[in-house]
């Protein structure tokens, strides 16, 4: 009879859960690195406006320090977001390695409970082989005792034909 592992389906459940945290927190990386592509696109606008405000009028000037002292505050805006988003991320992962650490206890069990099955296994093979090997010694034994007796008869009948022949 094949190994049934009686926590199978507890086992599949956490399976799945962990492969939908899996999701969970590549979704959450996605979110991030998005976030990353947004303050990188800011620090580029922040630097593009620093070096058309080098070549521009004077009389733009008020308007160029309007516009990057508002891009700053979108950079710090991002990097906040950003740090929110990597809060939740850190938590994502976190709830990964507890679903990981749930599943491997799950399969170190059911491997310690597979091994048992192996040996219980083993053991009835053996307790059957031995009790083969001991009903072919005891048919071996009965049929030598058959032999024997056979011989004792044949023995005892010939001594007996001999000795009524003698008494003749």
Same mark, same amino acid.
């Given at each position: 009879?094949?190994?049934?592992? &009686? $926590? %199978?389906? =507890? +086992? *599949?459940?956490?399976?799945? !859960? ?6 969970? @927190? ?57 740090? &929110? $988003? %990597?809060? =939740? +991320? *850190?938590?994502?992962?976190? !709830? ?6 749930? @599943? ?65």
């Amino acid at each position: 009879m094949p190994f049934v592992y &009686r $926590l %199978q389906k =507890i +086992l *599949d459940f956490r399976i799945r !859960k962990k492969e939908e945290q899996l999701m969970a @927190v590549l979704k959450a990386q996605q979110a991030v690195h998005e976030q990353e592509e947004r303050i990188r696109q800011n620090e580029a606008e922040i630097q593009q406006t620093i070096e058309s405000k080098k070549t521009a009028d004077f009389r733009m000037m008020e308007y160029y320090d309007k516009y990057l002292h508002h891009l700053w505050d979108k950079a710090d805006a991002l990097e906040a977001e950003r740090q &929110r $988003l %990597q809060a =939740i +991320l *850190d938590e994502e992962k976190q !709830k990964l390695v507890k679903c990981e650490q749930e @599943v491997k206890v799950l399969e170190k069990h059911k491997e310690k409970q597979k091994d048992a099955y192996i040996e219980e296994e083993k053991k009835e093979e053996l307790k059957r082989f031995s009790e083969i090997g001991v009903q072919r010694f005891f048919i071996r034994n009965r049929e030598e005792n058959e032999e024997l007796e056979a011989e004792i008869q044949k023995i005892i009948e010939e001594t007996e034909a001999e000795g009524i022949e003698e008494w003749k």
